[in-house]
């Protein structure tokens, strides 16, 4: 493989999972890992994405601009937060996520409605306080630099006192039968407390993360009530999911 078609399957990787790790890619690619090193060393000096330890992330998910261009398949994820916010009623309780689909959801929220919005995310967070019907909650705990969301045992255990109608999540890899799915272990760790404090959780994604997964499981795919895609609902690309007590829009 030329090193311009690896760099661009590095690029298509982080863009759609928001975060890799270079041992992953490494291995999908079957090359060395300080070959793939040497490649997001490259790519973060030319602005296309961000090198971390041990890994890489999409510019669109490391901004911290609330009005973000680089968000990947923005178009597709505005039309999932539009379907979610069919689900939103005055005087509701919801739990807000991380990450650029939530964020679009977040933009989304009419100012006229009246809610009480729980989040762990700082972005999400400040871009709800425009909204002046919103009450906003900060779940607290240890920041992460990368996802700019509280985690650790203090964020579990502030969702532990609380319950709320909906919680709208995110999640880097779904499958049918396997569930959700991260590499981050600290994340699973805090979408698997959100998920218990929710009366009901809905899974927003875009499509092109159905039918994969990852080391570290968040959840059985039952525990979600509602999934939410750019397709529409009778896609065949969501026939699987239907096998399940899903609900899909």
Same mark, same amino acid.
């Given at each position: 493989?030329?090193?311009?078609?690896?760099?661009?399957?590095?690029?298509?990787?982080?863009?759609? +999972? *928001?975060?890799?790790?270079?041992?992953?890619?490494?291995?999908?690619? =079957?090359?060395?890992? =300080?070959?793939?090193?040497?490649?997001?060393?490259?790519?973060?000096?030319?602005?296309?994405?961000?090198?971390? +330890?041990?890994?890489?992330?999409?510019?669109?998910? &490391?901004?911290?601009?609330?009005?973000?261009?680089?968000?990947?398949? !923005?178009?597709?994820?505005?039309?999932?937060?539009?379907?979610?916010?069919?689900?939103?009623?005055?005087?509701?309780?919801?739990?807000?996520?991380?990450?650029?689909?939530?964020?679009?959801?977040?933009?989304?929220?009419?100012?006229?409605?009246?809610? &009480?919005? $729980?989040? +762990?995310?700082?972005?999400?967070?400040?871009?709800?306080?425009?909204?002046?019907?919103?009450? %906003?909650?900060?779940?607290?705990? !240890?920041?992460?630099?990368?996802? !700019? &969301?509280?985690?650790?045992?203090?964020?579990?255990? *502030?969702?532990?006192?609380?319950?709320? =109608? $909906? /919680? $709208?999540?995110?999640?880097?890899? %779904?499958? /049918?039968?396997?569930?959700?799915?991260?590499?981050?272990? =600290?994340?699973?760790?805090?979408?698997?407390?959100?998920?218990?404090?929710?009366?009901?959780?809905?899974?927003?994604?875009?499509?092109?993360?159905?039918?994969?997964?990852?080391?570290?499981?968040?959840?059985?795919?039952?525990?979600?009530?509602?999934?939410?895609?750019?397709?529409?609902?009778?896609?065949?690309?969501?026939?699987? $999911?239907? *096998?399940?007590?899903?609900?899909?829009?």
């Amino acid at each position: 493989m030329l090193k311009e078609e690896r760099q661009q399957t590095i690029l298509n990787e982080v863009e759609l +999972h *928001n975060r890799v790790l270079l041992t992953d890619i490494a291995e999908t690619l =079957d090359v060395s890992v =300080d070959t793939i090193r040497r490649d997001v060393k490259e790519l973060d000096a030319e602005n296309k994405l961000r090198r971390v +330890h041990g890994g890489a992330i999409s510019l669109g998910f &490391t901004s911290n601009s609330t009005k973000n261009s680089n968000v990947y398949k !923005q178009k597709e994820k505005i039309l999932i937060a539009e379907k979610a916010l069919s689900l939103l009623k005055d005087g509701g309780v919801i739990f807000l996520d991380g990450g650029t689909t939530c964020m679009e959801l977040a933009h989304l929220i009419p100012s006229s409605i009246e809610l &009480t919005c $729980f989040t +762990h995310s700082l972005p999400v967070a400040m871009e709800l306080l425009t909204k002046p019907n919103i009450t %906003v909650i900060i779940v607290g705990g !240890q920041v992460s630099g990368e996802s !700019q &969301t509280a985690i650790g045992a203090n964020a579990i255990h *502030n969702l532990a006192e609380i319950k709320v =109608d $909906f /919680s $709208f999540i995110g999640t880097g890899y %779904v499958d /049918s039968h396997y569930g959700l799915t991260e590499f981050d272990w =600290d994340i699973v760790q805090v979408k698997k407390a959100v998920i218990k404090c929710s009366k009901k959780t809905v899974l927003l994604s875009i499509s092109e993360k159905l039918n994969s997964q990852h080391r570290y499981k968040t959840c059985d795919i039952n525990a979600i009530n509602t999934l939410i895609t750019e397709l529409e609902p009778e896609n065949n690309l969501l026939n699987s $999911f239907r *096998n399940h007590d899903i609900r899909i829009l």
